[in-house]
């Protein structure tokens, strides 16, 4: 350990310091006592323990008393339902200098491989939550047991632009072997993050033994007297280090591919350090982790990556611009007008998340019947798969009715509507609630471009109609777009996202401007795209001009997920607002009203091509621009209407922008979100004559 503890506390001023603490245990069948390491930061389970350069101080220092004790055996585990979920992150943000970020990627594969090398055995007892770095000190003991309640156990990393730089990449798939590994580390967290269960890390070896809650430490230190005396052997899986790790990489080659088309260096390092792991060399795997952290650690990209972290985990959870909590009026009956799919998912997620008596109605029983039916069939299903109570099933579905009649909705707090997306359609169910709600009942739109404050325009009561765009899969995507009409009050304003909360959803505030911020953005890049296939650029060479950012989907795979005919809706919707900078291409009218929800068309072994009768109806020019072009053109649009979002006050902030697209429209960490990509490429400056972040918000301090 180089650090000195002045020098430490320097690095990262504000570490939330996670102290381990040695204490000396006698355990049955063992002549020696067991060194129990316990690793806690002083919060409770809601800021789980995580290492900076102080708390690797620590854990250093607390090894050195276990070893000088002369155990046994070492253990080590963390505070209640926490064993550690990795590195401090927030100290990340502000480091500068080249040589401290090096000092820090040493520092933990030092400290973490005492533990590997100890020729005294060592065990993690792994107590509760273990992510990232925690995960990589589990994983440098010798054994592990696992705790049955244990949540939030995986390697989410990649998901923000970094790799497992502690010893991860070397250790994971030498102990399951490459494919799992690649599964651990790569494919989950690419796939939102996807956490493991206990089960599946029993499954996959990545511990050696689960056992109970309740005597959870107890249990643990009697499975550890066992194996130090040699009645358990722990088996471990032999390793095909030939042809299956050889195809192991090539998926993960494959999964970092189609997900990031190598826009985060991050993913591509995790692959070669995966395939360095190969030859079982920690020596050599450790220092190429440790050249490579120190790297990334200095580069702006995981810093827009650990920006997006932020913006999810701290300006999420306060929505900038929100009224006092205080003035929220409570919920305890919901009325939902319409009953088809959306109608039906927000009738699911509001029983679920409430639990108060949801109503729907529509224009006949058929339809209600069958929105009610396919809520009530969505719970039989999470009961099957046990994430519900059979008891808690029935509760809901009891919760759950349908009415011809609004009059059911007399006693409801807040209504919401799915219906058609047409302002005569909208306004006219409005005034028909007015008929039969009190006049302090939240009248909420799930409207995806319309104007909130034209809906209410005609009512008596207009002070309490809000926008609450969700976004579809309504159960999937976390974003909730608020809207202020031009004459909501605060108390139906708070009430709103109080809701929100209460449907752990990540609300934004959102002024009352056509298509607000996800749908606005989206359709200026797309527009430019068929902008450019309409002069007659090829559709591939377009439609893939913006693969380097790394996006989930291309533009038109986007527009056949959210379905060309509501693209087309929003799109006039737009330009009836802005009609300089919003066109609406002739190609799309006729590509909707051929009833085709797809130009492309997939081979069985996955090969695409243009649906030649797409091709056909799609009258295009002879002006061919390049895959760059097209990149450049939808950037600066991008930037240009971000400028103009936010000079008219549509957020408060680019950052709210910026978490719009990462929670609503799953735009990747690594771009933090779009502001820090079009900032660090120069395209901010060229367009809008400045960046739209102060430097070292989403880069690296200068």
């Known amino acids: 350990m180089t650090f000195t503890a002045e020098q430490a506390k320097a690095a990262f001023p504000d570490e939330v310091v996670t102290r381990a603490v040695t204490r000396l245990a006698r355990v049955p069948g063992l002549d020696k006592p067991v060194a129990l390491i316990t690793l806690d930061n002083g919060h409770d389970h809601t800021r789980p323990s995580t290492f900076g350069p102080q708390g690797l101080m620590s854990l250093d220092a607390a090894l050195d008393e276990a070893f000088a004790a002369e155990p046994a055996a070492i253990a080590v585990t963390g505070k209640p339902f926490v064993f550690a979920v990795g590195a401090d992150l927030s100290g990340v943000e502000a480091l500068s200098d080249p040589a401290l970020a090096r000092e820090i990627a040493e520092t933990g594969h030092t400290v973490f491989r005492r533990l590997t090398d100890s ?46 730089g502690w010893g991860g990449t070397q250790l994971l798939p030498n102990l399951i072997g490459a494919d799992a590994a690649v599964t651990v580390i790569i494919e989950n967290a690419l796939n939102q993050n996807k956490m493991l269960s206990v089960a599946k890390a029993a499954e996959l070896g990545i511990v050696d033994e689960v056992l109970g809650s309740a005597d959870y430490l107890e249990q643990s ?15 471990r899986r032999e390793i095909d280090r030939g042809s299956g790790w050889d195809a192991a990489v090539a998926r993960a080659r494959s999964i970092v591919d189609g997900k990031t088309h190598g826009a985060s260096p991050g993913v591509t390092k995790a692959v070669e350090l995966l395939e360095l792991a190969r030859n079982n060399d920690l020596d050599a795997g450790y220092a190429v982790e440790t050249d490579a952290l120190a790297e990334l650690l200095m580069s702006d990209t995981l810093r827009a990556g650990l920006y997006s972290f932020d913006l999810v985990n701290k300006r999420a959870r306060r929505p900038a611009g929100a009224p006092d909590k205080s003035l929220a009026r409570p919920v305890n009956k919901v009325g939902v007008v319409g009953a088809g799919l959306m109608a039906s998912q927000l009738a699911l997620l509001f029983v679920r998340r409430l639990k108060v008596p ?30 519900i109570s059979p008891d808690e099933a029935n509760r809901l579905k009891a919760l759950v009715s349908g009415s011809l009649d609004k009059a059911a909705f007399a006693d409801a707090d807040f209504v919401i509507e799915a219906v058609f997306e047409e302002m005569g359609v909208k306004q006219q169910v409005f005034g028909e609630l007015e008929q039969h709600v009190s006049a302090e009942a939240i009248l909420a739109t799930n409207t995806s471009s319309l104007s909130v404050s034209e809906m209410a325009s005609k009512l008596r009561h207009p002070d309490r109609v809000v926008g609450f765009h969700f976004f579809n899969p309504v159960a999937v995507l976390p974003l909730l777009e608020i809207v202020r009409g031009e004459r909501t009050d605060d108390a139906s304003l708070a009430t709103a996202f109080a809701v929100g909360k209460q449907l752990k959803k990540s609300s934004v505030l959102v002024k009352d401007a056509p298509a607000f911020v996800v749908n606005r953005l989206l359709l200026r890049f797309l527009g430019e795209v068929l902008t450019a296939i309409d002069e007659g650029t090829p559709f591939e060479v377009a439609d893939h001009a913006l693969d380097p950012l790394g996006l989930p989907m291309s533009p038109l795979v986007l527009t056949q997920l959210v379905g060309p005919a509501i693209a087309l ?21 006729r590509f909707v009203d ?13 090969n695409q091509t243009v649906d030649p009768e797409v091709a056909a109806l799609w009258q295009q020019g002879d002006k061919v621009s390049t895959a760059e072009e097209v990149r450049e053109r939808a950037l600066a649009a991008i930037a240009e209407e971000i400028k103009i979002m936010l000079d008219e006050g549509v957020v408060v902030q680019a950052q709210d922008i910026d978490l719009c697209l990462i929670l609503g429209a799953g735009w990747p960490f690594w771009l933090g979100g779009i502001t820090p990509y079009l900032d660090r490429t120069g395209v901010s400056a060229k367009v809008t004559g400045k960046p739209f972040l102060a430097p070292g918000v989403a880069s690296v301090p200068a």
């Open 119 to 164: 020729k005294v055995p060592t065990f993690a007892f792994v107590n509760g939550a273990v992510m990232g770095g925690g995960l990589e000190l589990a994983l440098s003991c010798h054994y592990r047991t696992l705790s049955e309640n244990a949540a939030a156990i995986a390697f989410p990393e990649v998901f923000l632009g970094l790799f497992p």
């Open 221 to 235: 230190f009697a499975w550890l007297s066992k194996v130090v005396r040699g009645e358990i052997t722990v088996p």
């Open 358 to 387: 949801v109503v729907l109605t529509d224009v006949d029983q058929a339809r209600i019947d069958k929105g009610v039916s396919y809520v009530h069939g969505e719970l039989d299903k999470l009961r099957a798969k046990l994430r």
């Open 569 to 589: 809706h929003v799109g006039e919707t737009l330009h009836a607002a802005f009609p300089d900078r919003f066109g609406v291409s002739e190609n799309l009218k």
């Open 594 to 606: 051929s009833g085709k929800t797809a130009v492309w068309q997939w081979d069985s072994s996955g």
